[in-house]
């Protein structure tokens, strides 16, 4: 007992390090200032993202603004070439339209397209995940035998599936009901994997002290599973979720490409290079390398990002 | 052992049913079915006459059971655009589409492999991490961009390979192969190493990981001590152990890669199902969308099925498991 006492001050002298300094000392932080990869990865994404925010206000020209646009423009290889134009750095598309400020864009639609379908994705499969885990029965065996089902099937497919019935049933050529379709058929073809990982955590979570306590004070079962439950088995629904950003974004992009997503009046990144696609062999390669590049580095960076914070949270590796 | 069979079948059926509900729900509910086969100026009676013909009146599970009937004798009814049985239609792009899986598949397996193999043994050398960095970036790209990029390259500016179609293709019965003459050859290179790049990157990946983990374990530490070389050691011991995964995933990939077809297939203007289903996705050609789903579930829940009585012939502990259950 007096070795116990004795130990009591010097534990209060030992101050608490300052926030700033926690962070530095996190393994997440730590791991990411020790792999130069990541640091050129989060740079580049990071670049995309604010290029794609701020395209309203960097762009050199507004390529929905068709008084700007000039078929005289039309068809213009980038500046550096020997009859391009200095006022399209990228050169021209068929319309006129500045490739560059078309890109800029392009990867807003793309990105936002790609979170918002994550977070649909997220949101459905974490839902089910916990019900499923928490109340287990019938309703569990029927959430993840759907799970099962759409499993076999690869996630373009279904999003094809989707995206053909909406647009069977209405009128998808609108920009607007086009968009929501892609987000909606993009984000519930990868429900699955949220679900079986959250439905995991669930049963390890379900029968620990915390939660029974909850159940002891009579909380209801909703509030136990999204305040108690839900914030406990987040972890690894992060690190999917980053992981499939990437994967959201080439599902668009392909969408787009096929001409089953955003109409040529709002292009994303895919839909730009549908269009340059046609231009290809006549040898007007800017119109679809361009994006395309951005579209793979944008794509390539946040799948480094991914790969990062799955080996940085995973204990096993470190 | 006969339970597991019989409960993995069971269970492939109801996949398999599910999906039928799916394709007939499509079929019956989206859109109106006389209304896509007649004209304009059909009077209403004729349009009820037509409606009762065909059954439409009658209670959904009824309809739904003559669905499946139907489907077991391959009738689809008639594509709504090309006014041809769907059979007919699919039937002429199958051959075009399992040619392409399957060339890709090869190539994959053959460049795969052996780069696999490479990686694993010499860690760290640049030719490996070359091999690393370019198997990532090939599977950041998405397939299409591939495609377009190898066009770009192999037909635009160096125009050596043609960037569409099939070549020259000969009739073998129901068959129709593109292997057998130069042009369908030449036709085949882009589109195959573009629907592989992605299973080669898979392939060489998993071939090196499960090299790093079979070089590490005891019986090859004793092969070396029995002084075999490292010839037989490499290919004879590790790359053999290897291989049982890597073929489960090729397998397993198969079907992916006919969903991937349907991409590699528009951008080449491939004439298979992908680009059939594409089509009929754009046009709502509910029929053709209808069959190729049943068509595609049939291989993938068929693949799966075989995968997994496979493992139970070959793995005992998997014997054991499923007798214990």
Do not use: C
């Not at chain 1, 936002?112 to 949101?123: D, H, I, M, R």
């Not at chain 1, 439950?229 to 096929?258: D, K, Q």
């Not at chain 1, 549908?274 to 361009?290: C, P, Q, T, V």
Request: overall charge neutral.
């Amino acid at each position: 007992m007096t070795g116990v006492d004795a130990e009591v001050p010097r534990l209060s002298i030992t101050r608490r390090p300052s926030r700033v300094a926690a962070f530095f000392d996190h393994d997440l932080v730590y791991s990411f200032l020790h792999s130069r990869v990541t640091i050129v990865a989060a740079l580049v994404t990071l670049a995309i993202v604010l290029a794609a925010v701020l395209a309203p206000w960097i762009a050199p020209h507004d390529p929905f603004d068709l008084r700007q646009l000039s078929l005289l423009d039309s068809h213009l290889p980038p500046a550096w070439a020997p009859d391009g134009d200095r006022r399209f750095l990228l050169g021209t598309d068929d319309q006129g339209r500045d490739v560059l400020s078309a890109i800029l864009y392009g990867s807003r639609i793309s990105l936002t397209v790609g979170l918002l379908s994550v977070a649909l994705a997220a949101a459905v499969g974490i839902a089910l995940g916990l019900v499923a885990g928490y109340v287990r029965g019938a309703l569990d065996s029927i959430i993840m035998r759907a799970a099962d089902v759409q499993l076999t099937f690869p996630a373009i497919l279904i999003a094809l599936l989707i995206d053909g019935t909406i647009r069977a049933l209405g009128d998808a050529r609108n920009e607007q009901t086009a968009f929501w379709v892609l987000v909606l058929s993009i984000g519930l073809s990868s429900w699955v994997q949220y679900a079986r990982t959250v439905r995991g955590s669930t049963l390890v979570e379900k029968n620990k002290d915390y939660v029974l306590a909850a159940q002891l004070i009579g909380l209801d079962r909703t509030s136990i599973l999204f305040r108690h439950v839900l914030p406990n088995v987040m972890g690894p629904v992060l690190v999917i979720a980053t992981i499939n950003l990437g994967l959201a974004i080439i599902l668009e992009a392909t969408l787009s490409f096929l001409g089953v997503g955003l109409p040529p009046t709002e292009p994303s990144l895919g839909t730009l290079i549908s269009i340059g696609n046609k231009f290809l062999f006549a040898g007007e390669w800017w119109i679809a390398i361009f994006p395309g590049v951005t579209l793979a580095g944008l794509v390539l960076a946040v799948n480094l990002l991914g790969d990062w914070m799955r080996d940085a949270l995973n204990p096993k590796l470190r | 052992m006969l339970a597991f069979v019989v409960r993995r079948a069971l269970q492939a059926l109801l996949v398999m049913l599910v999906v039928a509900l799916i394709a007939f729900t499509l079929f019956r509910f989206v859109g109106d079915p006389i209304n896509q086969m007649v004209g304009l100026d059909t009077s209403i009676a004729e349009r009820a006459q037509l409606r009762e013909m065909l059954g439409l009146n009658d209670p959904v599970v009824v309809q739904f059971a003559r669905f499946i009937w139907h489907a077991l004798h391959l009738d689809f009814a008639i594509s709504y655009q090309f006014k041809q049985p769907v059979v007919a239609l699919i039937g002429e792009r199958f051959p075009a589409t399992i040619e392409l899986a399957f060339v890709s598949a090869l190539f994959a397996l053959l460049v795969g492999i052996p780069m696999g193999v490479y990686t694993a043994l010499h860690r760290g050398s640049w030719l490996s991490t070359v091999f690393l960095t370019v198997s990532l970036v090939g599977i950041s790209l998405p397939v299409f961009l591939t495609g377009i990029l190898l066009i770009f390259l192999f037909a635009v500016t160096l125009g050596v390979l043609p960037s569409f179609g099939r070549g020259e293709v000969v009739h073998l019965g129901f068959w129709t192969t593109g292997l057998l003459t130069a042009s369908g050859l030449r036709a085949i290179v882009l589109p195959a190493v573009t629907l592989g790049l992605f299973q080669l990157t898979l392939i060489m990946r998993l071939v090196r990981s499960e090299m790093l983990e079979v070089l590490r374990t005891d019986y090859i530490k004793f092969a070396r001590a029995r002084g075999l070389s490292e010839r037989a050691i490499n290919f004879g011991h590790a790359l053999r152990n290897t291989l049982v995964p890597v073929i489960t995933i090729v397998g397993l990939q198969l079907g992916s890669v006919i969903a991937f077809a349907i991409i590699t297939e528009t951008v080449f203007q491939w004439p298979g199902m992908g680009l059939l289903f594409l089509i009929a996705v754009q046009n709502a050609d509910i029929p053709v969308t209808a069959a190729y789903l049943l068509l595609v579930a049939a291989i993938f829940v068929a693949i799966n099925l075989i995968v997994d009585l496979l493992y139970v012939a070959i793995d005992p502990r998997i014997r054991v498991e499923a007798r214990g259950v």
